[in-house]
């Protein structure tokens, strides 16, 4: 059974960067019918794609933080990763990465999440 | 982007009652729709891909149906395990865009 977990600080300063590593296990980040992405969810709202990345390293992101954000992956270790820099409050959300099927544009298999709160 | 529209935002029922969430993209999306349920606290699930497929393990009371910028997401018979939040989401084009959301709530 595939599981993806996320991991990383719960609390970052304004204007520092998140980092967030999901490691997936029960199957291989380096399928050719996955793409793996982030997703989030500020605390009460609605949930907004983050952007997507496939093994090969090809990287797919939101234009809204496309400026800010770098997804990258790590074959070797089973893992991908997000980072956001320049955060402010706006970006205190519960982070999710998930499995994107590359047929149908799915997002299947999910982490748990991990919040993320920006504060001082 | 594509702005993907849900109503009612939420919505009372009861036990065995059939509701219909409908969905609304801001252009034509095919069937390029799905449907996630989201419990409180958890992750969202996948029930509904291409409109109208049913994801496995998805209980058949549920379904979707509709393409172009009209959807909708029924459940026939309400079980206690059916009252959470459902997204729409699109898959026509980058960035993925959900709808607002439907909180399903014990009447």
């Known amino acids: 059974q595939l599981q993806l977990q996320e991991s990383g600080p719960g609390l970052v300063k304004p204007s520092e960067t998140l980092s967030l590593t999901c490691t997936v296990s029960g199957g291989s980040i380096s399928s050719s019918s996955y793409y793996w992405g982030w997703i989030r969810q500020p605390p009460g709202k609605g949930l907004e794609w983050i952007g997507n990345i496939y093994y090969s390293g090809s990287t797919y992101y939101n234009p809204s933080l496309q400026s800010r954000v770098t997804i990258s992956v790590d074959t070797s270790k089973n893992q991908f990763s997000l980072k956001l820099s320049s955060v402010t409050a706006a970006d205190t959300a519960v982070y999710y990465c998930?499995?994107?099927?590359?047929?149908?544009?799915?997002?299947?298999?999910w982490g748990q999440g991990t919040l993320v709160t920006v504060s001082s | 982007d594509i702005q993907m529209t849900q109503s009612p935002s939420s919505l009372s029922a009861s036990v065995g009652d059939r509701v219909i969430i409908t969905c609304r993209a801001s252009q034509s999306i095919g069937s390029y729709l799905n449907w996630y349920q989201q419990k409180l606290g958890k992750a969202p699930q996948l029930l509904i891909y291409a409109a109208s497929s049913l994801q496995s393990g998805v209980p058949s009371r549920v379904s979707g149906s509709g393409s172009g910028t009209d959807f909708t997401l029924t459940i026939s018979s309400l079980q206690p395990e059916d009252f959470a939040t459902y997204y729409c989401q699109q898959s026509y084009s980058t960035p993925y865009t959900f709808g607002q959301g439907t909180k399903l709530e014990i009447k």
């Open positions: 998930a499995k994107q099927m590359t047929t149908v544009t799915i997002f299947d298999y």
